[in-house]
T-cell receptor, first 115, second 117 residues
Framework: AQSVAQPEDQVNVAEGNPLTVKCTYS??????LFWYVQYPNRGLQFLLK??????LVKGSYGFEAEFNKSQTSFHLKKPSALVSDSALYFC?????????????FGQGTTLQVKP | GAVVSQHPSWVICKSGTSVKIECRSL??????MFWYRQFPKQSLMLMAT?????????EQGVEKDKFLINHASLTLSTLTVTSAHPEDSSFYIC?????????????FGPGTRLTVL
């Protein structure tokens, strides 16, 4: 069965410091991995994805994530956090390239960036 | 871009009434749409997969008769919460899969906040 784990409920970081939001996954076959951000009372906004190719994926708003197959991880990173990055972040996995592939979401991690 | 809208953005209803939520893909045709439910500060729980012209596929534990899903066209799926009760209060989010991408990327709507009194 597919699963995604985000071990931290909340991550606190000072503005200007680097941030990491952790995600590990379990899926048979090749995983498709995603990061989404959600602001209060809003839907999900796509940040980045890993399908194949380079393990380091760059996405929107300066975020990037590194796919690590041996550790089954896909941690989200940003070199310098902004207060406006404060939001709820979800990691998601999808099994392969099925046309009806379902996304399985992690529990979510609240990122709090303090000035 | 690919835009998905939901209507209404919020709704308050009395217990026992039915509420319909619409999900539209505005600039692409979506043969598959998904409905999620999200409780405060929790993750998205997939409720059902909606396929145009056929019956929806519900996840385990989701009541089919309570959450009626209709995908009548390639740009519209509706979720009807029948005989709503306070425990149905939640944030409902839909997504639409856009064909033609390498993995049928899903685009999410802005969500609908349902409050049942």
């Amino acid at each position: 069965a597919q699963s995604v784990a985000q071990p931290e409920d909340q991550v606190n970081v000072a503005e200007g410091n680097p941030l990491t939001v952790k995600c590990t996954y379990s899926v048979s076959g090749n995983p498709y991995l995603f990061w989404y951000v959600q602001y209060p009372n809003r839907g999900l906004q796509f940040l980045l994805k890993y399908i194949t190719g380079d393990n380091l994926v760059k996405g929107s708003y300066g975020f990037e994530a590194e796919f690590n197959k041996s550790q089954t991880s896909f941690h989200l990173k940003k070199p310098s956090a902004l207060v406006s990055d404060s939001a709820l972040y979800f990691c998601a996995v999808r099994k392969g390239s099925s046309n009806t592939g379902k996304l399985i979401f992690g529990q979510g991690t609240t990122l709090q960036v303090k000035p | 871009g690919a835009v998905v809208s939901q209507h209404p953005s919020w709704v308050i209803c009395k217990s026992g009434t039915s509420v319909k939520i619409e999900c539209r893909s505005l600039d692409f045709q979506a043969t598959t749409m998904f409905w999620y439910r999200q409780f405060p500060k929790q993750s998205l729980m997939l409720m059902a997969t909606s396929n145009e012209g056929s019956k929806a596929t519900y996840e385990q534990g989701v009541e089919k008769d309570k959450f009626l899903i209709n995908h009548a066209s390639l740009t519209l799926s509706t979720l009807t919460v029948t005989s709503a009760h306070p425990e149905d209060s939640s944030f409902y989010i839909c997504s639409a899969a856009r064909p033609g991408t390498t993995y049928n990327e899903q685009f999410f709507g802005p969500g609908t906040r349902l409050t049942v009194l």
